[in-house]
């Protein structure tokens, strides 16, 4: 019966089951929100460390950039997940998977915040220890505003990059939209009707993130030149 | 009955790395065909086919390669088609490098002067001809380190395969695990693994953009 042609398509199950979704869709949120927070913090850091710091430090932050960003994430989640016990550390599915991606977004960030770190010229620098700025605040004000400012095109894009990887989560069971979208799937069989919906539904919360990230940039940036 | 974890479960997975490669190489070959398709009619002179190719872009770039998977096994499976799991992860990972590698490569055609266009123009060269004889081969320089940085992303991307059920490198990791519960060192060797298949491939990237910023001052790069 079930040829190419007369399939019925049956999205009524699917919207039975939209506030389950839409509690997905939420968590999938709060994850990439909180991963964007702290990988950022550390990829500040670690930019930081990688042109200011000592040898060590820089060799250091070195290693973790180049050996997060040429392994996949889904890796370092199983390692998260399935490894850390053995560590004596048993964390929850949604621990493991906001542990794995702020160790992701950080080596990324890190990488991508050191190209504007290194743009801050040394000039700029020495004008503020001569203008008796105190260490912070020249940190502050003269390297990781004017650093986020050059390089917010790519900062967005990779943090975009984090709500879309945000699926592979389900891979361990995080609560978040994939997973929800698996377990309807597993109880109704309607795949094509929900990884349609759920899609439609990763596209708009991109594109909502984008608009936001363009309105902060013309917010905080924008206006202090 | 666990397994230990001895150099024949390695020999397994640098088996099972065979597979992402071949994947890998098949992501890039059908993503990077139709992703110059798409980079040339993006900088089109019909400005419909410019913002469906924008609008192509945009569309695939906001949903996540792992939906396009799931979407392409179970969701084509339900009309009657048969897809198996190698041709729903080839079509999803085609469709996804397409939309990224369009956008890199559009920025490179875009990045030759404007005047290079005028003057091609203004010797009765036609847009494809332009195109082919002039642009191109100043695009190609550009669009090398940042392809092949695109690279490490689709070996990456393609341990998520793993998850409908496909056996590459990371589902043979997960099946190792199961029957000999080492975890460290299961995934310990697997990422080493993708680490030695991804790392040169930055490294090239890198030297590629060094070379390109020493030989070629005028062209101001991307």
Redesign the interface.
């Known amino acids: 019966m079930?040829?190419?042609l007369n399939?019925t398509f049956q999205f009524g199950t699917v919207m039975d089951r939209f506030p389950e979704l839409l509690a997905g869709a939420a968590m999938t949120i709060r994850l990439s929100a909180v991963t964007m927070v702290f990988g950022l913090l550390i990829g500040l850091v670690c930019s930081i460390g990688k042109v200011y710091g000592p040898r060590p430090v820089r060799w250091l932050v070195s290693s973790y950039v180049?050996?997060i960003?040429?392994?996949?994430?889904?890796?370092?989640l199983?390692?998260v997940f399935?490894?850390l016990?053995?560590f004596g550390l048993r964390l929850s599915p949604d621990a493991s998977a906001v542990i794995a991606m702020v160790v992701n977004l950080g080596a990324y960030s890190a990488e991508i915040v050191r190209a504007g770190v290194e743009a801050v010229p040394e000039g700029q620098i020495e004008a503020g220890r001569a203008l008796g700025l105190r260490r912070l605040q020249i940190i502050r004000f003269l390297i990781v505003f004017p650093a986020l400012k050059a390089v917010y095109p790519a900062l967005t894009s990779q943090f975009?990059l984090v709500l879309?990887?945000?699926?592979?989560v389900?891979?361990i069971a995080a609560e978040e939209l994939?997973a929800v979208?698996?377990t309807i799937?597993s109880q109704t069989?309607r795949?094509?009707e929900i990884?349609?919906v759920?899609?439609i539904m990763?596209?708009a919360i991109?594109?909502a993130f984008r608009a936001i990230f363009t309105s902060i940039y013309a917010f905080t940036f924008a206006r202090r030149g | 009955m666990l397994r230990t974890f001895t150099f024949y479960e390695v020999w397994l997975l640098i088996l099972a790395a065979r597979w992402t490669i071949i994947l890998s190489l098949a992501a890039f070959v059908c993503g990077g065909s139709v992703g110059i398709v798409v980079a040339i009619a993006r900088i089109a002179p019909y400005r419909a086919l410019r913002y469906l190719m924008s609008g192509y872009i945009q569309f695939v770039q906001a949903i996540p390669v792992l939906m396009l998977l799931l979407l392409f096994y179970f969701g084509l499976n339900l009309f009657g088609i048969r897809v198996d799991a190698w041709s729903a992860a080839v079509l999803a990972f085609t469709l996804s490098t397409s939309a990224f590698l369009a956008e890199i490569w559009r920025g490179c055609l875009q990045a030759v002067p404007s005047g290079q266009w005028d003057a091609a123009r203004s010797l009765g060269l036609n847009f494809g001809r332009t195109l082919l004889l002039i642009i191109l081969p100043q695009a190609v320089r550009m669009a090398l380190p940042p392809t092949v940085g695109y690279m490490v992303q689709v070996v990456k991307g393609t341990s998520l395969a793993a998850l409908i059920g496909f056996t590459e490198l990371a589902k043979a990791g997960t099946q190792i695990n199961t029957i000999t519960f080492e975890p460290v060192l299961v995934f310990g060797t697997v990422a080493a693994i993708y680490f030695l298949i991804c790392w040169p491939l930055s490294m090239l990237s890198r030297h590629l953009e060094k070379q390109l910023r020493v030989g070629r001052m005028q062209i101001p790069a991307m």
Request: aromatic residues 26%.
């Open positions: 079930d040829g190419p399939y180049e050996f960003r040429n392994t996949p994430f889904l890796i370092q199983y390692f399935f490894a016990p053995n975009i879309l990887g945000s699926s592979i389900s891979a994939t979208a698996n799937n069989f795949s094509f990884y349609t759920v899609t990763y596209v991109v594109f």
